[in-house]
């Protein structure tokens, strides 16, 4: 097989054939089909001491199945760092029973670098470059050799990292879910200069001198902080995964994953950089979809920044130092996500960073720590907001994973706080004295924007456009990217202007200091069904309004 993705053609036969006969895939290839009985909820069927990567029913392509015994599948692997088998099972995904298992198959070279994954470093000018590999730093030196395009390439040399089912904090990331997930590099490019075209390639440089290499890439560097282009960011939650030959998978509950992911390749050359603020790939503990994500995303993240959030399902565990303690993160509790990508913290288990893009200051919260006055993290967000420049930098944005602000999902509605409870208490606060323009969440799976808002009071009554001064902050839900969609409220609040239940993205476009598009696109056809304009001049930011400016008198 080819080097990173390829279609293999399945077929099989059998006796005794029943409707609810399964095939799984499975790598390694060497599997143990006994039974492992589940260690909580988190864990799914089939109950298997080796789970499948992905299953699909016998009879899936194959109507006459029940009746001949005879089918065949089409089915799509990834490059996963081993081989591969196919095991026929009877009886269900509840009490499956092996009736045969495959020959081997194996790509070309498994341990091959591959799914690279760009992110914005620490400062503006330093793009980083992640990738997965079977390579461990005895065996292979990775690099990236890059340059301007079409100019002299250098290399620059990559750190690695990786970890081990210790690392798991429970089931079943830490049992059944539990692979290998390989080696994880990142190599800092730095000093780029704005708006610039670079080439880059993924490098192993063996021991005895010579090189494995991944195909040539290509991105185009930030622009200066406060430059003034046309900047484009596409933002969005809970996307997850799926599968392209429509197979299953454990947690699979993203029907709008593909949908999303190709209207973004679709129009990448209109995209600058990409954040998915929370739920990344719903792994929940079966590592291996981390894989498959990262191969999902990459004609997108090899090409532009694609900065993460984190949500609870990359990070709630019990007894973890995990705001709420619940199991969502399947027992992952932050690893995958702190090592599958990289992202400009100072501490990745503390998942809150700022970063800067062009005209563009993003605040990133992480709701799974706390985020009230006085912690750590409320420090941070405060610093983030009031060191922008607003003159270079008017369009501030907030973005996480819960809902700090407002949403009228069923869930919040029925305990009575629309938002995250103790959500948006201290931040409020801070959004306007600060005049957070947009603040945006996921976590819930549908879209929601509301008036300009403070204190539950809507503070400007315009909806397709904004002039002047908002007195407030707009907030919005866009956490149906892929997940399955949730229910509003059949309440009707004053502050929620449009509402959407389907799976979609918002896209920000500043074509200057002074104007600034928001779109809401559906995923199934990339149309825009929802925007609206801001256009203000730098006076209008200084401007105090309610609780934006300290109180003053003559004598002071």
Not at 180 to 193: N, R, Y
Request: glycine share 8%; charged share 20%; net charge negative.
């Amino acid at each position: 097989m080819g080097q990173n993705k390829e279609w293999v053609s399945l077929e099989y036969s059998v006796s005794n054939p029943s409707a609810d006969d399964w095939i799984g895939v499975f790598s390694p290839g060497n599997i143990s089909a006994s039974s492992c009985s589940p260690e909580n909820p988190r864990t799914f069927p089939p109950f298997l001491c080796t789970s499948p990567i992905k299953y699909q029913y016998a009879s899936y392509s194959n109507p006459h199945y029940k009746d001949t015994g005879k089918g065949s599948l089409k089915l799509q692997l990834i490059n996963q760092r081993s081989d591969f088998s196919f095991a026929l099972f009877s009886g269900g995904l509840f009490s499956p029973k092996l009736v045969a298992v495959s020959n081997i198959v194996a790509f070309a070279n498994p341990n091959a670098p591959v799914y690279p994954r760009l992110a914005q470093g620490k400062t503006w000018n330093e793009m980083t470059v992640t990738w997965t590999s079977g390579y461990g730093i005895n065996e292979a030196e990775p690099f990236v050799e890059w340059g301007p395009k079409g100019g002299q390439q250098g290399h620059s040399p990559a750190g690695t990292l990786t970890f081990d089912r210790s690392s798991m904090c429970g089931a079943p990331a830490r049992t059944v879910g539990w692979r290998d997930p390989g080696f994880i590099h990142t190599s800092f490019l730095k000093e780029l200069w704005p708006n610039t075209m670079y080439t880059y390639k993924l490098g192993h440089r063996f021991l005895n001198g010579t090189y494995m290499w991944n195909q040539m890439h290509q991105f185009k560097s930030s622009p200066y902080p406060g430059q003034n282009s046309v900047q484009r960011v596409v933002i969005f939650g809970d996307m997850g995964k799926d599968e392209a030959d429509g197979s299953n998978e454990y947690n699979q509950f993203q029907p709008g994953a593909l949908n999303t992911t190709n209207q973004l390749i679709n129009d990448l050359e209109n995209i600058d950089i990409v954040f998915h603020i929370g739920d990344i790939c719903y792994a929940n503990g079966y590592i291996s979809q981390w894989d498959q994500f990262t191969s999902q995303i990459e004609p997108i993240a090899s090409t532009i920044p694609y900065m993460l959030a984190s949500g609870n399902h990359e990070r709630d565990w019990p007894g973890t130092g995990s705001f709420y303690g619940n199991m969502d993160s399947g027992g992952e509790c932050g690893v995958l996500v702190q090592n599958m990508f990289y992202v400009p913290t100072v501490n990745r288990d503390k998942f809150w960073y700022s970063t800067d893009y062009g005209m563009f200051r993003f605040c990133i919260a992480d709701t799974e720590h706390d985020w009230r006055q006085g912690t750590e993290q409320y420090n941070f967000i405060e610093q983030c907001l009031a060191s922008v420049d607003r003159q270079k930098q008017p369009w501030l944005i907030f973005l996480a994973h819960r809902v700090l602000g407002y949403s009228s999902d069923a869930s919040y509605a029925d305990e009575g706080s629309f938002a995250e409870p103790m959500g948006r208490e201290s931040l409020q606060i801070l959004w306007q004295k600060y005049k957070v323009d947009i603040a945006i969440f996921g976590h819930v799976h549908n879209y929601e924007r509301t008036c300009p808002i403070y204190q539950n009071i809507c503070t400007n009554n315009e909806k397709p456009f904004y002039k002047g001064a908002l007195n407030g902050t707009i907030h919005v839900a866009a956490g149906g990217a892929g997940a399955s969609l949730s229910e509003f409220t059949p309440i009707q609040t004053k502050w929620s202007i449009f509402r959407d239940y389907d799976h979609g993205f918002v896209k920000l476009t500043a074509f200057d200091h002074s104007n600034l598009l928001f779109e809401y696109k559906k995923s199934r056809d990339g149309k825009v069904y929802d925007s609206f304009r801001i256009s203000r001049d730098y006076r209008d930011i200084l401007a105090c309004t309610v609780d934006s400016c300290p109180s003053m008198t003559l004598a002071s």
